[in-house]
């Protein structure tokens, strides 16, 4: 493959959106990031509320559980929310990346022997084959990842050109197994 090869993605919103946000991604609390986290502070602050109920009961030397539970509980909530904010702007940035290609014009891919450039509307990002350090495919998308990181669905291109991506990037991108 000495010549350059050239694969015009269709940059539909919709088709790159249910891919990032498969799986409840876009959720702030269930999301796979976070769900344990929420399910993690939720059962912290029934035990708190339930032994604070029973406070009465406690003896004056075991009120000392009450505070450590309600520690654990702000410890929970803390995680939690320092996951909602990574999701939170994880999301911002795949919505700005998104509202991007709704304006997009032109959304390709160029590669040949020793470079790879993603070019959306004039704006190219070249790398070298040995930039990239990992590529993942399935039925619904490709995956690449190095200096820059891409995700190219199959449904924005033609079945040809997703298994000729596939096929390339296989002998392109060494992944230590």
Not at 11 to 24: T, V, W
Not at 32 to 38: E, F, I, L, Q, Y
Not at 47 to 57: A, G, R, S
Not at 110 to 136: L, M
Request: hydrophobic share 40%; proline share 2%.
């Amino acid at each position: 493959m000495n010549e350059e090869k050239v694969i015009t993605l269709k940059p539909d919103r919709k088709i790159f959106e249910d891919i990032y946000f498969s799986g409840n991604q876009g959720s702030l609390l269930f999301s796979p990031t976070t769900k344990g986290k929420t399910i993690a502070t939720i059962a912290a602050a029934v035990i708190v509320f339930v032994v604070f109920l029973f406070k009465d009961l406690l003896s004056k030397e075991s009120v000392g559980i009450l505070y450590f539970l309600s520690f654990i509980f702000l410890l929970c909530a803390v995680f939690l929310s320092v996951s909602v904010n990574k999701v939170s702007r994880w999301k911002k940035q795949v919505n700005h990346y998104l509202s991007t290609l709704e304006r997009c014009k032109l959304y390709e891919i160029r590669f040949d022997n020793n470079f790879f450039t993603v070019n959306i509307d004039g704006e190219k990002e070249t790398s070298e084959w040995k930039d990239f350090e990992y590529t993942e495919s399935n039925n619904e998308f490709i995956s690449l990842e190095g200096k820059y990181s891409y995700m190219f669905p199959r449904k924005a291109m033609s079945e040809k050109e997703y298994s000729f991506l596939k096929n390339t990037l296989k002998d392109k991108v060494k992944i230590d197994q």
